[in-house]
């Protein structure tokens, strides 16, 4: 039996926090698809750590888990996260296991990532830079080297075959900001540490701990908006962010899916370059930033904020077929006198509530539903029906729109900081 967590919209959803409050319930915990562009954050016990590959599940004593073959994997950035953690999980190597179908991002790759946003202009994606995309190509490109590859006698002859086609590709580009020899260095000493984990046929450990009766959480990372398919393209991501995307990115069939979690604000925000319908490029916007402290985890760069889009939430919800919604930092929305939820689109005068094929070029004009603040301080000791009344319409009204419960809800950072709705 396989849950599924994933974000909503555009990425940076909390799901770090939530796959980590959920581990409990589960043996294995495994990530599906995405890279180090990731930054899972969890907090406990006044302790912060920011997880870019390793699963969320990682710091719960009883739970395996699994780096999945959807999952690409930058070596010196996985010991350099397993060094961060040590402390707080010095027994990791037992709980940790990696797919040996999981491609490698090659120091190449990040190059080229660079190379290619240079090269764009004020035209660029916004890549984290991580060489993620690059290594997605060369996947599809069928042309990538994978973890098992480290194992094999000629596995450094491959590798400098796909650095010597990188290097053409960089040239063209006209790009030469970067010290080759040097990241190779560290990319091979991490290559040797990579060889102390447990790596695994990762379909068949799956697929084992199905048949044993075991409890398994796939966990994605990005958002749904950013989805390769049917996200804001070409302002996505390279993978499949969706809930499909377990099936593929963990080698299971989709009758062993059994229940979605969709995660998502109770405002928005994006990184990067590509279309935000519901964006608040204002003071208003700039005090969402800061309140709720949108600085990516991973890069640190500034996120773009604005108010909940419901149009979008909702096509997510439909794609990703969401049974239980999670809404996360209600919290910064305390103590506003109004807020306001995108439901429509004006879409040069049709009204509509669907998101258009392109929402790159079709010229949208949100329209707005209008909704009371409430107190800066909300108890949850005592439940969700003793909360503030305008709090409650916010919710209410979100899952009137949307069809599905939230059945949790994050009003802080902590562990301690989240309502379980019965």
């Not at 940076?12 to 954050?41: M, W």
């Not at 395996?64 to 402390?87: A, F, Y």
Request: charged share 25%.
């Amino acid at each position: 039996m396989i849950d599924v967590i994933l974000g909503l919209q555009w990425g940076d959803e909390g799901k770090g926090k939530i796959a980590d409050y959920l581990t409990p319930k589960y043996d294995l915990v495994a990530r599906f698809q995405g890279g180090p562009n990731a930054g899972h954050s969890l907090e406990f016990e006044g302790k912060k750590f920011v997880l870019n590959t390793i699963p969320s599940g990682i710091f719960r004593e009883n739970t395996q888990n699994l780096i999945g073959n959807g999952v690409v994997i930058d070596p010196v950035r996985l010991r350099d996260e397993i060094s961060r953690i040590k402390s707080e999980c010095p027994d990791y190597a037992k709980r940790l296991f990696v797919s040996k179908k999981a491609h490698l991002i090659l120091p190449t790759h990040r190059i080229l990532d660079a190379a290619s946003e240079s090269s764009k202009g004020k035209d660029k994606i916004g890549s984290t830079l991580r060489g993620i995309g690059p290594t997605y190509r060369d996947k599809i490109g069928r042309s990538g080297l994978r973890v098992g590859d480290i194992l094999e006698e000629d596995f450094k002859t491959r590798y400098q075959n796909i650095v010597d086609a990188h290097l053409k590709q960089i040239e063209f580009l006209g790009y030469t900001d970067f010290e080759l020899l040097a990241e190779e260095n560290l990319f091979f000493e991490a290559i040797e540490f990579m060889k102390t984990l447990t790596l695994v046929n990762s379909e068949y450990m799956v697929h084992d701990a199905i048949t044993a009766g075991k409890k398994i959480l796939a966990e994605g990372a990005q958002g749904s908006m950013l989805d390769v398919e049917f996200g804001t393209y070409p302002f996505v991501t390279s993978s499949n962010t969706l809930s499909g995307g377990v099936c593929t990115g963990l080698g299971v069939a989709p009758k062993h899916i059994r229940k979605v979690y969709g995660i998502f604000k109770a405002y928005c925000t994006r990184v990067g370059s590509g279309p935000f319908p519901t964006e608040l490029d204002n003071d208003l916007g700039e005090f969402l930033r800061k309140k709720g402290n949108e600085y990516g985890a991973t890069t640190g760069r500034e996120r773009r904020t604005g108010w909940l889009d419901l149009v979008a939430l909702k096509y997510t919800c439909m794609l990703n077929g969401v049974d239980d919604l999670i809404m996360m930092k209600g919290d910064v929305l305390n103590g506003m006198e109004s807020l306001k939820v995108g439901t429509a689109y004006n879409l040069k005068g049709e009204i509509s509530q669907q998101v258009p094929a392109n929402l790159c070029s079709t010229p949208v004009d949100p329209i707005y539903d209008t909704f009371g603040g409430w107190g800066e301080n909300l108890d949850l000791n005592s439940g969700y029906d003793a909360m503030d009344d305008n709090f409650k319409n916010y919710v209410q009204f979100i899952e009137n729109y949307i069809g599905s419960k939230i059945s949790v809800i994050s009003m802080g950072p902590g562990r301690e900081e989240t309502l379980v709705r019965g």
